[in-house]
């Protein structure tokens, strides 16, 4: 693979989504080991105490299917974010759990809210919308791919129940659209093609010299021979005076 080529896989992509993954389940098990109430640190909307959650939240969880239910899809949406998106990837991971936690805060209404799944929305919105901008065939797919995976995620945006932090999803998707426009030039651009650089010349195409004046195409191309160079060797031999 070129160099050159953006989308490029480094041990980072499975090493740090798996870290992240078992730090989440690494919290709850010392939890569950110790009696540490740690899901009471979550983000309370509107109190000083609530706003350590915007930071906690991301890594606390109810129960075991609370927890499994946002591992799988942290996962697949980070691995896709370090190998698709390396160069920015810490800042939005970064800066989505801290806006999208600020979010909460502000909007919530009420409760204790816990769970990756303020972050998992920010990285599918993310990943969504920035393919979409970026016009490159690659990542449009990928688009595709989370709307194929994850596309139900938008009813949860909405308070369809009172029992999942609706605020903070739809800060979430906030978050990611916002990442979007933000990074937006700092894409991976389609590979050009020889006639759009603009260093091109065009009498220097070996495509394009199969072509007339008139615009008829030329099969077989006359080899011009190349130009002999004419070398002469003089040799002078040195005459000898001899004196008297």
Do not use: C
């Amino acid at each position: 693979m070129s160099k050159q080529d953006p989308f490029r896989f480094s041990t980072g992509v499975i090493a740090y989504p798996m870290l992240f993954m078992l730090l989440i389940w690494y919290v709850f098990w010392v939890e569950l080991k110790f009696d540490i109430p740690l899901r009471s640190f979550g983000v309370r909307p509107h109190t000083l105490k609530g706003l350590i959650g915007i930071v906690m939240s991301p890594f606390l969880h109810s129960d075991v299917d609370h927890l499994y239910n946002n591992t799988i899809p942290l996962g697949v949406l980070s691995a896709a974010l370090f190998y698709f998106y390396r160069p920015i990837s810490w800042k939005v991971l970064g800066y989505g759990i801290l806006l999208s936690g600020t979010l909460t805060w502000l909007i919530g209404q009420s409760g204790n809210h816990i769970g990756a799944s303020g972050l998992i929305y920010v990285l599918a919105s993310f990943i969504f919308f920035k393919g979409i901008f970026a016009k490159n065939f690659r990542l449009v797919a990928l688009s595709m791919l989370v709307v194929f995976l994850y596309g139900s995620m938008i009813w949860y945006v909405f308070p369809v129940d009172v029992s999942i932090s609706w605020e903070g999803h739809l800060s979430g998707a906030i978050t990611g659209f916002v990442f979007a426009l933000i990074f937006r030039n700092q894409i991976a651009k389609p590979p050009k093609y020889a006639w759009e650089k603009p260093d091109y010349n065009e009498e220097d195409d070996p495509f394009m010299k199969h072509f007339d004046e008139d615009g008829n195409f030329i099969e077989h191309i006359e080899e011009e021979a190349p130009e002999e160079i004419e070398i002469r060797y003089e040799y002078k031999e040195n005459e000898k005076k001899d004196s008297l």
